[in-house]
């Protein structure tokens, strides 16, 4: 029997709550915690905020690396997957889908030992990121263009209890209060004939673990982790604090939490601690119930809180972060993971988006040309790239089109710049004139919107944050 099963069972007599007064299992030395209604109520709510990230990058986690089954799984933890395909109309798995960058992923079990990860040095400028995200979608750190330049690096990736010293030829340690941890990579493609070069750089990230850079023994694994089997029907009831509990078992907690856990406590959570729903009375499940339902509206609200809208564009900030950055801020963080997981901090990449036009109209390709012009001193201001992405309506995904062009970027081959150093970029859906084919975006015929992302953002223009030019109507 493994650990936490032994856990489940030898603690099992913890979670009983009882009608009447309602008591729960308690995680802090007492035997029992006795709470009123409006507390579960409160408590509940607060707590399923809290964790509402990890749920939804757990469900990633596990059929990615657990359930062998997926469609989607990859492979084990520990193991580098890649997916080199510039995606295209074709691609419906998932909404507003990228065409600027292949992609690559680790997630590492740092329980036994840390992991090394690898980067070769890049010769000819191209951007790419690992982008380092901890069980509750916070970002721990970077590796890449902006954050560690173009040289070849070692990171020694490791988890919260590595108390280990930095072994020679290590670039960088990067320690995690999570045990399982997600490395998502970009590396950005040119075009479809540049793909070639983009793989060859995807072929010389490399994984392995402290013991095997360093030659020695693999250590005995310390733990033998049961995964609770995803369920979306479970992670939108009570039954969350099972999945709950375990991520924090996972964790180490930070300490500016530790009055707030012991408060979730009171309702029976706590790493580890086992949460059998077949216990709670039922007034007291419905009352909790009522409280996760009421969650879920505040966190689809809060997601319009997210940004500004300015000039036509909603400009998003401050909904990704370090967890230093994100600290306290639960709802917010529980907002932006409903509205796309994984993003990126603002000082690694900016993704304005528009449904409208100058007059606040929107964006129809059946009705109208449209022209996006910049000015030499209003253009994106990046130290990467930038690029824009067109998206039919409702569907949120590319269209198809006679040049099977579905984003322009500052690297699309050909690009024409104005003599004044200003630029014009073409959105319609028949194909201009040849002087303006080069600086086509072909536009759906019919609603669409317009989805900006700027890499490596020039730190200066984002306090106050860039605005772009609204999109103005072809006379």
């Known amino acids: 029997m493994n650990t936490y099963k032994k856990i489940q069972r030898a603690a099992f007599i913890a979670t009983a709550l009882v009608l009447g007064a309602l008591t729960f299992g308690c995680t802090d030395n007492s035997n029992t915690a006795t709470v009123t209604k409006s507390e579960v109520k409160s408590i509940t709510k607060e707590a399923y905020i809290y964790a509402y990230p990890m749920m939804e990058h757990y469900k990633m986690v596990f059929v990615l690396k657990v359930w062998k089954d997926s469609p989607v799984y990859e492979g084990t933890f520990n193991e580098l997957s890649h997916n080199a395909v510039l995606l295209g109309p074709e691609y419906t798995t998932m909404v507003r889908p990228n065409n600027d960058t292949f992609y690559s992923n680790v997630v590492f079990d740092l329980h036994t030992e840390p992991m090394i990860l690898s980067v ?74 540049d793909a070639k070069n983009a793989k060859k750089i995807m072929s010389n990230y490399k994984v392995e673990t402290l013991s095997q850079y360093m030659g020695t023994p693999t250590p005995k694994a310390v733990i033998a982790l049961d995964f609770p089997v995803y ?54 499940k419905k009352i909790m119930q009522e409280a996760i339902d009421e969650a879920m ?83 994106p201001p990046v ?67 317009l989805q900006a992302r700027l890499y490596w953002p020039e730190p200066a223009r984002l306090d106050p944050l860039y605005v772009l030019p609204k999109i103005t109507i072809t006379k």
């Open 383 to 449: 130290k990467a790239f930038w690029s824009f992405s067109m998206y039919k309506l409702p569907e949120q995904l590319f269209t198809e089109n006679s040049i099977n062009r579905y984003v322009i970027s500052s690297a699309t081959e050909g690009l024409k710049y104005n003599k004044d150093g200003s630029l014009d970029i073409y959105i319609q859906k028949d194909k201009p004139s040849l002087d303006k084919v080069s600086n086509w975006l072909p536009a759906y015929n019919g609603k669409f919107s």
């Open 297 to 379: 509206v505040d966190i689809e609200a809060e997601t319009k809180n997210l940004g500004t809208l300015k000039d036509g564009w909603m400009q998003v900030s401050g909904a990704f972060g370090s967890p230093k950055e994100m600290e306290g801020k639960f709802l917010t963080r529980a907002a932006a993971a409903y509205f796309g997981l994984y993003g990126n901090d603002l000082e690694e990449a900016f993704y304005p988006d528009t449904t409208t036009d100058e007059n606040g109209e929107a964006l129809d390709g059946s009705k109208h040309n449209y022209t996006l012009h910049f000015s030499k001193d209003r253009l």
């Open 231 to 284: 369920s979306l029907e479970k992670i939108r009831s009570v039954e969350f604090i099972n999945y709950l509990n375990f991520a924090l078992s996972l964790m180490k907690p930070n300490p500016s939490e530790k009055a707030l856990l012991k408060r979730f406590s009171k309702i029976g959570i706590g790493a580890n601690v086992p949460f059998d729903v077949n216990n709670i009375d039922p007034k007291t």
């Open 120 to 193: 070769p040095a890049i010769t000819d400028n191209r951007y790419y990121s690992w982008q380092l995200i901890d069980l509750f979608t916070q970002n721990v750190d970077y590796i890449g263009t902006r954050a560690t330049g173009f040289g070849t690096g070692k990171y020694l990736i490791a988890g919260p209890n590595w108390n280990g010293k930095k072994p020679k030829g290590i670039t960088k340690i990067i320690q995690t209060d999570s045990n399982i941890l997600l490395a998502l990579a970009r590396t950005q493609v040119y075009s479809t004939a």
